[in-house]
């Protein structure tokens, strides 16, 4: 299964604001395009694991600070949803 995490966490460290928005409308979560993108642009770079649950758990309260507690809550059930096996 590490390929497959390897595989998601790419994807998650290297996304656009307009894929982290299909993504969120596949599983009915609500992000703006402005917040996409401040959330894109933090993620970009970062190597964050998002199966370590102390990793995701600051990328997170990183979001919220950047994008509001809601968005921050509605992020962490689509990055759940990634990590589900």
């Given at each position: 299964m590490k390929i497959f995490e390897s595989i998601i966490n790419h994807k998650i460290n290297t996304i656009t604001a307009e894929e982290l928005i299909k993504y969120a409308n596949q599983f009915n979560i609500n992000v703006s395009p402005q917040q996409a993108k401040k959330i894109a642009e933090y993620l970009r770079g970062k190597n964050?694991?998002?199966?370590?649950?102390?990793?995701?758990?600051?990328?997170?309260?990183?979001?919220?600070?950047?994008?509001?507690?809601?968005?921050?809550?509605?992020?962490?059930?689509?990055?759940?949803?990634?990590?589900?096996?």
């Open positions: 964050i694991n998002i199966f370590d649950t102390a990793q995701r758990s600051q990328l997170v309260k990183q979001i919220a600070k950047a994008a509001g507690p809601e968005t921050a809550r509605e992020v962490n059930k689509l990055l759940i949803q990634f990590t589900k096996q």
